[in-house]
């Protein structure tokens, strides 16, 4: 269970440009993903509106991902339709050409269900389930999506809340926790952050720490069972960013 969200990578990931430039540049933000503290890839997510007021969420991903012998650069690039009025997911997909396989997964959500449509070698499937009660999309690997998953924790119920975290890759949902823990202050090149702290089970299988800011964004996560750390790229020290 250590290394489920990287193990994926080896089985299926997605072309680093299909979704540029499909809307205009609203929001955009840096991300780097570090493994035992040393940079093992990056994240760029843009957001923006669509013509009926929906958010569209594009980014694009780099990773390194070694078996102890060999390391291969891995990219893909995702996109989520966010609804206007619910802030629900509406679609998403997934994209890797690495190889030149093709591979691929469309999520649609709509009429009471969830449908995947996966490319795998060559073969396509498609499998359906009926949307669960607060239903989620955070997908291994891609690490803006807690943004939109934090912006569903009701702050006035407080607490332990659990949510379904539909996994494309896996065709199903599992569950998602996520626990506020107060507030908490980022020490930062310059002075400090004030953050939100939050802890984040996919239950049964990991949990870390996540810290936000006052707008609800990803400033910092760390998996501890992964050796996982992604920190927003302009907290990080100037040498933290280079490659070693």
């Known amino acids: 269970m250590k290394s489920i969200g990287l193990l994926w990578l080896g089985v299926i990931l997605f072309t680093v440009s299909a979704f540029a430039g499909d809307a205009p540049a609203g929001y955009s933000q840096s991300y780097t993903i570090l493994l035992k ?13 669509s013509a009926a007021g929906d958010l569209i969420s594009t980014s694009e991903h780099e990773l390194l991902v ?4 060999e390391t291969k650069r891995m990219t893909f690039s995702t996109k989520m339709v966010l609804s206007k009025s619910t802030g629900n997911p509406v679609s998403y997909a997934y994209r890797y050409t690495t190889g030149g396989t093709g591979d691929s ?10 449908t995947r449509v996966l ?14 009660i607060n239903m989620v999309i955070v997908d291994f690997n ?10 569903r924790y009701d702050f006035k119920k407080g607490g332990r809340q659990i949510f379904a975290n539909y996994v494309p890759i896996i065709g199903n949902d599992i569950p998602l926790a996520v626990t506020y ?10 002075g400090s952050l004030s953050t939100k702290n939050y802890k984040i089970e996919f239950v049964g299988i990991w949990g870390g720490s996540l810290f936000a800011d006052k707008d ?4 910092r996560l760390v998996v501890p069972a992964q050796d996982l750390e992604v920190v927003r790229k302009d907290l990080l020290p100037p040498e933290a960013g280079k490659d070693k």
């Open 37 to 49: 503290g040393t940079p093992a890839g990056s994240e760029v997510v843009t957001e923006a509106k």
């Open 66 to 69: 070694t078996d102890g012998l």
């Open 105 to 114: 997964y469309d999520v649609l959500v709509k009429d009471a269900q969830i």
């Open 119 to 132: 490319t795998k070698g060559g073969h396509t499937t498609e499998s359906t389930m009926a949307i669960p």
């Open 142 to 151: 891609v690490y803006h999506h807690y943004d939109y998953l934090i912006r």
């Open 181 to 190: 823990l107060g507030n908490a202050e980022i020490p930062i090149e310059k």
């Open 216 to 219: 609800g964004r990803l400033v």
